[in-house]
């Protein structure tokens, strides 16, 4: 059940910062303000300039409050699947008062005691996500406060990154002038927002495709089976099209929105002019010459993911694919996508009013699980971090108040433009890997030869 309140979205992304406010009302999700501002400071997805990245979250931030009428004092923050790693681990505590009855104490106590196995100085615990309870022998608990019991076990899993992106990543926000309410991971509330309860299920892949890097997350059971990033996205397109073309990157991006289409066999004949670097008259391009180079890359980052997936028999999974992210706006993804995958593939849309675009989904999904965060989902972070704030609100399971005032309780805003596991074993760690994808190929001089040598020799 959704706590009522007010719930902010931040997703620092490669090419765009997105920001969402989010009111949850009745366990009904409202949005009543959005912005997306161009990104800096940022690098496949990881922070590499504070203070420039700080600049861009801050002004993402004030559109944001303009729009919705609130000042944004708490951010629940979206932290991609780079170097993540997953641990199932377990506890066990006697239930130690004299009624023998289970309070928010004892759930502290018994999170606490699954944290005891040693670190490495250079990772920090990102969150921990109880999956049962146990009361003396009898499994499958959710919430075990307020049973009698002698004996309180728990299995869950901790999800663990690098200190030095985590840090980072707090700094910046904090740098921009507001707080962190919760470090979400990514693909988890990307799985939960995105999915109906059935694919969660059953079985589904999630393709997130940004700008600077496109993300995977697949899941069956209600449980993340795998994820990766791959380093390519949106932009390496722009950037292909850009060099094949000999023309600037900001009349490739035009060229791709107003123009592109990814499925090559719908692109048309027709012409239009393009400036070429280097020429003193524009050159005519066909549309089907454009889509000869989007598809490229496209068909390029969904053959890396295939043999991801196909390794992992994760293609089996009867919920197929659902594709979100900016990059996703492309006529002609869902049919690329489906005759790379063989398997049923569909865009997924936000459905709120104003904000139907695929380039909100994530931003949309770190909102959603800020608000849907159960209380014992709270009581745990607060034995992992030592928070009292996260204690008490566990206590209250009423939002802290992160506004000063309502000026416009429904404002008019419109909709922005668009910017642009491993399988968890038992027992054991798991580190997700990351592979990096080609840059863009150096094209050839003459125009009629570019594409042959795009399709033919640019990949490995």
Do not use: W
């Not at 990514?186 to 940004?210: C, H, K, Q, Y």
């Not at 197929?320 to 992210?325: L, P, S």
């Not at 398997?343 to 997924?348: D, M, N, S, T």
């Not at 204690?391 to 668009?418: D, G, M, S, Y």
């Amino acid at each position: 059940m959704a706590r009522d309140g007010f719930f902010t979205g931040l997703d620092i992304g490669t090419s765009s910062i997105k920001v969402l406010v989010a009111e949850h009302v009745n366990n009904e999700l409202n949005v009543i303000g959005v912005s997306n501002a161009k990104s800096a400071g940022v690098k496949d997805g990881i922070i590499v300039d504070i203070e420039a990245a700080a600049g861009a979250i801050k002004s993402a931030i004030a559109q944001a409050e303009e729009k919705a009428g609130i000042s944004i004092k708490m951010v629940n923050v979206g932290l991609p699947a780079n170097l993540l790693q997953l641990e199932p681990t377990q506890g066990m505590i006697p239930v130690t008062s004299e009624t023998k009855e289970i309070t928010n104490v004892d759930v502290e106590n018994v999170v606490k005691s699954a944290l005891t196995k040693s670190m490495t100085p250079d990772r920090e615990v990102i969150t921990f996500i109880p999956e049962e309870f146990v009361v003396d022998g009898f499994q499958g608990i959710r919430d075990p406060r307020g049973m009698m019991g002698i004996r309180l076990e728990m299995r869950g899993i901790l999800y663990t990154g690098p200190r030095t992106i985590l840090h980072n990543l707090r700094k910046t926000v904090e740098r921009a002038g507001v707080q962190v309410e919760n470090i979400v991971i990514s693909p988890l509330a990307m799985i939960r927002s995105v999915l109906n309860e059935g694919e969660r299920e059953f079985g589904t892949t999630v393709i997130d495709m940004g700008g600077g890097q496109t993300t995977v997350a697949s899941v069956r059971g209600q449980e993340l089976q795998y994820t990766n990033i791959y380093q390519e996205g949106g932009d390496y397109v722009t950037k292909d099209i850009s060099k094949v073309l000999r023309t600037s990157q900001k009349l490739a991006e035009s060229l791709k929105f107003n123009y592109g289409e990814a499925y090559v066999p719908a692109a048309s004949e027709e012409s239009f002019q393009v400036e070429v670097i280097g020429e003193v008259e524009p050159v005519e391009v066909t549309e089907r010459y454009l889509a000869e180079i989007i598809s490229a890359r496209i068909r390029h980052i969904f053959d890396q993911i295939k043999q991801d997936l196909d390794r992992r028999h994760l293609l089996e999974f009867p919920g197929g694919i659902v594709i979100i992210g900016g990059g996703a706006l492309l006529p002609g993804v869902v049919e690329l996508a489906q005759e790379v995958f063989q398997v049923p593939v569909k865009l997924y849309v936000p459905n709120q009013i104003g904000i139907r675009n695929p380039a909100f989904a994530h931003v949309i999904s770190l909102s959603e699980y800020a608000g849907n965060l159960a209380e014992v989902d709270i009581l745990a972070q607060a034995a992992v971090h030592g928070d009292e704030s996260l204690r008490h609100k566990a206590i209250e399971f009423t939002r802290p108040v992160q506004i000063e005032q309502r000026v416009n309780p429904l404002p008019n805003f419109t909709q922005p433009k668009p910017d642009n596991m491993q399988p968890i074993a038992d027992m054991e760690t798991v580190t997700i890997p990351v592979e990096n994808g080609p840059e863009p190929e150096q094209p050839k001089e003459k125009l009629t030869d570019r594409v042959r040598h795009l399709l033919g020799n640019m990949f490995d």
